[in-house]
């Protein structure tokens, strides 16, 4: 194993050190952080790590899907490393992580809510994780012994519980801590809490300006994703439409989507009769309004239907999330805990929110590749600071080593944000990152691809059953709407941009014959599960 310990520092270090606590939530998009963008929900508590703390504009992940990040952030390492390329690949757990080096230097460490792989977490003192998924509504938590138990409740709330009650009783307080505190929400089929889901559905929100995108002057791939919102959302799971109410109005509900067995009863079927009670107001509602106008609706005006019933259900769990950070943040206030505490925001990646039509990731086109960064940790980081550097997931491991004094294990591929965070930015000379995304075919249909990005241009290779490149010039086109590759006037910019792929490529130790390797273990896995 390659790391080290801070052997002969034991004594004094400890009490000096930072505590950790590193907050991730699921498939939260920047565009729903007001410290990012206030169009369309406020989030006074999580806007604090900005106010107080650094904002990342430029932060990103290495694999925009959730499995995958979350190998990556407990590896240092890219995916095509570690071997979590996807969410169906199971994680290799010979693999070291980073709370299991924090764990043998000293301190307590403790994960609580979403892991999605594994549920069997390593380097942590205490744990309850979500099995898989997890469910929105009196969710089944797996406990450090490995027993299940069911907790009554809105998930965004236990989990926030839990941590809290660790936080204040259960841990040893002579140590310092590095605490996981990871929300299932927003994550599809964003089921609020009664109360959120009430609020939410009286209110109306900005049109994204791409929301019609037709995906002309992209690629194959961008106009063959399975992720629009009037083509692929689906009714009952999604829009919260009442099975029974589709099968009444039968061919009015067009156009027709695929629905999953069990996606409206799945989640509501989890509620207590207390609980249907008070989403039944709701659901009713929505419900009726339906029935009465969508068969009567554009095609346009469907889209736009959908598109304000997302945002609803998709703001309305982010509400939950943001009071709750809010609950942890005024802990560590009232204890003394903040001052000496490391408070990290982030999602797993980002998300659509309805741009080019979107709802989903998977993709290095922005909305989906850059994920929310926000850092906090007085007296060493400016408050209010912003930093617009190539920053990744792939650094949260060795920047939380270097603040804990532990040394960087040396296979970690992350550089650590210390020279960014507290000011030394000289320090600092990385201008291009790297990406890669495999799970295709599956869900959502998003074709294999990789790619570099540097804050002036995203260059991409889509390979697999199709080998088609694009270009974007990031300060030109933020929306990525217009691919350059063949536009005689990048041809400089093309050529620069590949070869710096190509050297990324080895320096990451990625190579085509690795992409191929990938593809053939993608093959015989799909094969044995049908086979099973
Ligand atoms: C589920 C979702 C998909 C989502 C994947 C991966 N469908 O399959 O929409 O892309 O998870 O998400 S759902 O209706 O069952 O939620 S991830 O965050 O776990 O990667
Ligand atoms: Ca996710």
Known sequence: MMFFSCAGNKE????????????????????????????????????????????????????????????????????HINGKIDNLMPFDTTQVTFPQIFQENGYE??????????NN?????????????????????????????TITGYVTDIITDLTLGWLQEKRNKEKPFMMMYMHKAPHRPWWPSPEKFAEFTNKEFPEPETLFDDYKNRGTAAKTAEMNLLTH??????????????????????????????GFYGPYGRANAAQKAKYDVVLDKINADFKANWPNMTE?????????????????????????????????????????????????????????????????????????????????????????????????????????????????????????????????????????YYEYPSVHMVKRHYGIVTKEYKLIHFYY???????????????????VFNDPAYAAVVKEMKTKLDELRVKYGDSSELDQKYIEIYKNMKTEKEND
């Open 300 to 436: 346009q005006e469907k889209m736009r239907w959908k598109y304000q019933r997302y945002m609803q259900d998709y703001l309305a769990c982010i509400s939950s999330v943001d009071d709750n950070v809010g609950r942890v943040l005024d802990y560590l206030d009232e204890s003394g805990l903040a001052e000496n505490t490391i408070v990290v925001y982030t999602s797993d990646q980002g998300f659509y929110l309805g741009e080019h039509g979107w709802f989903d990731k998977r993709f290095i086109y922005d909305e989906s590749f850059k994920t929310p960064l926000l850092v906090r940790w007085p007296n060493k980081i400016t408050p209010g600071s912003k930093e617009n550097e190539m920053v990744q997931n792939l650094d949260f491991a060795p920047t939380l080593f270097e603040a804990a004094n532990i040394p960087v294990p040396t296979d970690m591929q992350g550089e650590s944000l210390m020279p960014l965070l507290t000011g030394e930015k000289e320090k600092w000379d990385r201008d291009a990152v790297y990406y890669q």
């Open 121 to 149: 977490p390593k380097g942590v003192d205490e744990s309850m994780i979500l099995p898989d998924q997890g469910f929105y509504l009196n969710p089944d938590f797996i406990d450090t012994k490995g027993d299940t138990t």
């Open 465 to 483: 059953d199709v080998d088609e490149w694009e270009l974007y010039d990031r300060l030109k086109d933020p929306q990525e709407l217009n691919n």
């Open 233 to 262: 959302m689906m009714y009952s799971h999604d829009s919260k439409i009442r099975p029974e109410l589709l099968h009444e109005m039968g061919d009015k509900v067009s156009p027709k989507v695929e629905e999953f067995e069990n």
């Open 109 to 118: 460490t403790a994960m609580f809510g979403k892991l999605h792989f594994g």
């Open 12 to 79: 004094e270090v400890p009490r000096k050190r930072p505590n950790i606590l590193f907050i991730m939530s699921d498939d939260h998009a920047y565009q729903a952080i007001s410290a990012y963008d206030s169009k369309l929900i406020q989030t006074p508590n999580i806007d604090r790590l900005a106010k107080e703390g650094m904002l990342f504009t430029n932060a990103s992940v290495t694999n925009s899907i959730c499995a995958p990040s979350r190998a990556t952030i407990l590896t240092g390492k890219h995916t």
